[in-house]
């Protein structure tokens, strides 16, 4: 049939080891980036742009059949949590996290920053807000954040941020492990101290901040934050991550479908429906015309309550029936 056939998709305390204190100029509330002796150092960060991660054209083979049917309610309801708004955010955290890797790990960092007590989630959103403009441009240009909250119901963020330094060359993570702090550089121990000073004023207790070691799974161990993490009612409207422009502008968008799975399936439904409206009835997006803004509910509903209109979908998709 003319114009059938498979649709793009465009995925599109601080237990800080003791250091020297930094002498920054302008004092902690000096937003901007810092200037070369901020903390203590000499060295000027390294110049780099973050990569465009780019719209790539997917597109599903035809004639594969492999995906679940959304004929099935308790489909539905499994696959909610995976293939929902949480897992998109999860693809974009990735992808931001592979934007901040783009110019190697040497100088990207794990930041973790928990509360000293209990905090209502728009709290810690104003907390974090501040500390962003007063404190974490003078340790690094660009950064992603993730929310997470504990099975105890205690918030707190989880960070990839690329500092102005060089933080992993010579880092000895077994060592760091067992307590010995004496093969970090003198840059990030002086980051350290930094932090373990200014970080309480913020209403921030404990804290690490470590150099990437795993650069192939650092993307996915803080994309998993956002589908693992306990969600209250209390979090609605609260955002699940965050980052800055730079990358923001080269990691991928939340507006994209997935090329596989429901959507799959989804997409072929509305498309038998639509030709079976402008077929017979003459019409042209005859399902908002017929249901409004809706629409794509009453879909859902139609195919769990009538299996076969998802098997004729995907028979006349294979062009085994014509409408």
Known sequence: MGGRGPDGVRPAGGGSPPGGLPHAAGGEGAGGPPPPAALGGVANPVEGEPAGAGGLEVRQPRGVRGVPSLSCSKQLRQGSCSRGYAARVA???????????????????????????????????????????????????????????????????????????????????GQVKRGVYVSACPELRRVWAFLRRVLPRYGFGRHELVPIRDRSAIGAYVAKYVTKSERV????????????????????????????????????????????????????????????????WKVIQMMERAPSLVEEALSWWDGEVVC
């Open 233 to 296: 009612d209390r979090d609605k409207g609260q955002r699940l991550c965050g980052m800055t422009r730079g990358i923001s502008q080269a990691a991928p968008s939340v507006r994209i479908a997935w090329v596989r799975g429901r959507a799959w399936v989804f997409r072929r439904v509305v498309c038998f429906l639509e030709c079976c409206f402008r077929r017979r009835y003459g019409l042209g997006e005859g399902l908002p015309r017929l249901w409004g803004c809706k629409w794509g």
């Open 91 to 173: 693809f974009r955290v990735r992808g931001a996290v592979a934007a901040l890797l783009a110019g190697g790990p040497e100088r990207v960092g794990f930041l973790t920053l928990t509360f000293v007590e209990d905090v209502e989630a728009g709290e810690a959103s104003r907390r974090l807000h501040s500390l962003s403009r007063r404190v974490l441009r003078r340790i690094g240009d660009e950064w992603v954040w993730v929310r997470e909250r504990t099975k105890a119901g205690r918030l707190h963020y989880h960070l990839v941020i690329r500092t102005h330094w060089d933080i992993r060359t010579g880092f000895d993570f």
